[in-house]
Structure formats: structure tokens, C-alpha cells
């Protein structure tokens, strides 16, 4: 899928905005890495992408066609054709669901229970978890552990757009190693897109097609 952002200005009620005039082009099957300081604006940036955030002005396009619903407003096929991981697996996961139901819940939401066993047999060893981890719930398994399963669940409707935001920013190199192996066997078989945010400049250019510094998203402020 091609994603397009152009001219996007976004931030917080009261505050100046975080994201100011911003636009970055990825083309259909292309990995591009983000990279920026700490509070520069990437992962307001990334929401806006991720139709998580409605931006203030500006355009955002899937394949073209602009986009003109965020949150509960985003039509259905775009919300499922665009997967997201966040920096802490802690805040995104439900406390309450096991490894298993967190993963799966996207297909629950979207009427196909039947495919649940055979997503779960594909994504569990592909992000490099074991059955056994999969009845426990957060609290009963590591960061590490967490972040995989949110990885598989952002992989679990075959998303064509994936979007990971400091994905690795809290993990050993190992994990690391693995959860970018995760995301680029993916890739590999699907030609999903990869837009890939982070601070570690010597990740994202072994990761990525393409590096692109945030000075060169966004203008200046004024
Ligand atoms: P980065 O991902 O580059 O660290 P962010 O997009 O998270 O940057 O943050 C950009 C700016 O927006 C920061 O100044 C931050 O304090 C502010 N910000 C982020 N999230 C919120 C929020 N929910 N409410 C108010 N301000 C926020």
C-alpha cells in the first residue's frame, strides 16, 4: 500500500502543535525508517497515519484516496488494512485478556472467529512465542514476551500498511533482533509497507530501505 502524508499539522487542545507541516511519501512495499530525537512530534505523526489521530490540517492518503475519518470514523477496510505497534506493549495491552485472546481479538471484532487457530499456529512462531505463554495474561509474562504478542496481533488481519513506533525502544538486542526478523519475514510474503519510527539511527538503516531524519518531514517552526 502507498501512504502519503502531505502538509500534515497535528498536536494537543491547548498546546502548539507537535507535528507541523509535515510530509513523507512511502511507496507500496517500501520500509522507511523515521528518526528523530525524543518529543520531536513521530509519534503524533505515526497516529495521524495509523487514523489515530485526526490532524488539524493537512491530507493523509491510502493508495491515492485521501483519507477523511479517524478513530470510530475511519472506514472498516482501512482501519484492518494498517497495523500498529506502540513502544510499551504495558499500555496497549488489555490486562485482562490472555496472550492468546489479545492476539486474536482483532478477528473476534471482525467476525472471523474460524480463523483464530489457524492465525495463531502461523504468527506464534513467527514472532518467536511458545504455546505455552499463550494462556498467561500480561502480568504474567515480560516485556519482551508482551511486545511479540503485540506484534502478532498487529499482524493478525494481514495488515498491507505496518507502522511499529519504538517497537524495540524498551528490549534486550536479542528481542530486538527477533521482533525485526518477525516484521521483515512478514514483509516477505505479504509486501506490506513499513513505516518504521525510532531514535537509533544504526537500527533503522539496517532495518530500513530508506531512513529519513524528521528535518526533513517537517518544516521548521516559525
Ligand atoms: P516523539 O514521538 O518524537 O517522542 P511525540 O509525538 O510523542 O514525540 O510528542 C510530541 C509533542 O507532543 C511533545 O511535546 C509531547 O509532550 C506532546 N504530546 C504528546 N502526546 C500528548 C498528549 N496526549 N497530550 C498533550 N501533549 C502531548
Same mark, same amino acid.
Not at 48 to 65: C, I, K, N, Q, S
Given at each position: 500500500?502507498?501512504?502519503?502524508?502531505?502538509?500534515?499539522?497535528?498536536?494537543?487542545?491547548?498546546?502548539?502543535?507537535?507535528?507541523?507541516?509535515?510530509?513523507?511519501?512511502?511507496?507500496?512495499?517500501?520500509?522507511? +525508517?523515521?528518526?528523530?530525537?525524543?518529543?520531536?512530534?513521530?509519534?503524533?505523526?505515526?497516529? !495521524?497515519?495509523?487514523?489515530?489521530?485526526?490532524?488539524?490540517?493537512?491530507?493523509?492518503?491510502?493508495?491515492?484516496?485521501?483519507?477523511?475519518?479517524?478513530?470510530?470514523?475511519?472506514?472498516?477496510?482501512?482501519? *484492518?488494512?494498517? +497495523?500498529?505497534?506502540?513502544?510499551?506493549? @504495558?499500555?496497549?495491552?488489555?490486562?485482562?485478556?490472555?496472550?492468546?485472546?489479545?492476539?486474536?481479538?482483532?478477528? @473476534?471484532?471482525?467476525?472471523?472467529?474460524?480463523?483464530?487457530?489457524?492465525?495463531?499456529?502461523?504468527? !506464534?512462531?513467527?514472532?518467536?512465542?511458545?504455546?505455552?505463554?499463550?494462556?498467561?495474561?500480561?502480568?504474567?509474562?515480560?516485556?519482551?514476551?508482551?511486545?511479540?504478542?503485540?506484534?502478532?496481533?498487529?499482524?493478525?488481519? +494481514?495488515?498491507?500498511?505496518?507502522?511499529?513506533?519504538?517497537?524495540?525502544?524498551?528490549?534486550?538486542?536479542?528481542?530486538?533482533?527477533?521482533?525485526?526478523?518477525?516484521?521483515?519475514?512478514?514483509?516477505? *510474503?505479504?509486501?506490506?509497507?513499513?513505516?518504521?519510527?525510532?531514535?537509533?539511527?544504526?537500527?533503522?538503516?539496517?532495518?530500513?530501505? @530508506?531512513?529519513?531524519?524528521? *528535518?526533513?518531514?517537517?518544516?521548521?517552526?516559525?
Amino acid at each position: 500500500m502507498r501512504l502519503e502524508l502531505r502538509s500534515v499539522t497535528a498536536g494537543y487542545d491547548s498546546a502548539a502543535p507537535a507535528v507541523r507541516d509535515a510530509s513523507l511519501a512511502l511507496d507500496p512495499g517500501e520500509a522507511v +525508517g523515521l528518526l528523530g530525537p525524543s518529543g520531536c512530534g513521530k509519534s503524533t505523526l505515526a497516529r !495521524v497515519a495509523a487514523l489515530l489521530h485526526r490532524p488539524e490540517a493537512g491530507t493523509v492518503l491510502f493508495d491515492g484516496t485521501p483519507v477523511t475519518g479517524w478513530r470510530h470514523r475511519a472506514p472498516r477496510a482501512l482501519r *484492518t488494512a494498517v +497495523g500498529v505497534v506502540f513502544q510499551q506493549p @504495558r499500555l496497549s495491552a488489555d490486562p485482562r485478556l490472555t496472550l492468546a485472546d489479545l492476539i486474536a481479538e482483532p478477528l @473476534r471484532a471482525t467476525g472471523r472467529r474460524d480463523g483464530i487457530p489457524d492465525r495463531l499456529g502461523d504468527l !506464534v512462531p513467527l514472532v518467536g512465542l511458545t504455546p505455552d505463554l499463550l494462556p498467561r495474561r500480561p502480568h504474567e509474562v515480560s516485556d519482551g514476551q508482551l511486545q511479540r504478542a503485540c506484534l502478532a496481533r498487529a499482524l493478525v488481519l +494481514g495488515p498491507r500498511l505496518l507502522i511499529c513506533d519504538e517497537m524495540t525502544a524498551m528490549l534486550d538486542a536479542s528481542t530486538t533482533a527477533a521482533l525485526v526478523g518477525a516484521v521483515e519475514s512478514y514483509r516477505a *510474503t505479504s509486501g506490506a509497507t513499513l513505516l518504521a519510527v525510532g531514535h537509533d539511527p544504526v537500527l533503522l538503516h539496517r532495518w530500513c530501505d @530508506r531512513v529519513v531524519p524528521w *528535518t526533513g518531514v517537517t518544516a521548521p517552526a516559525r
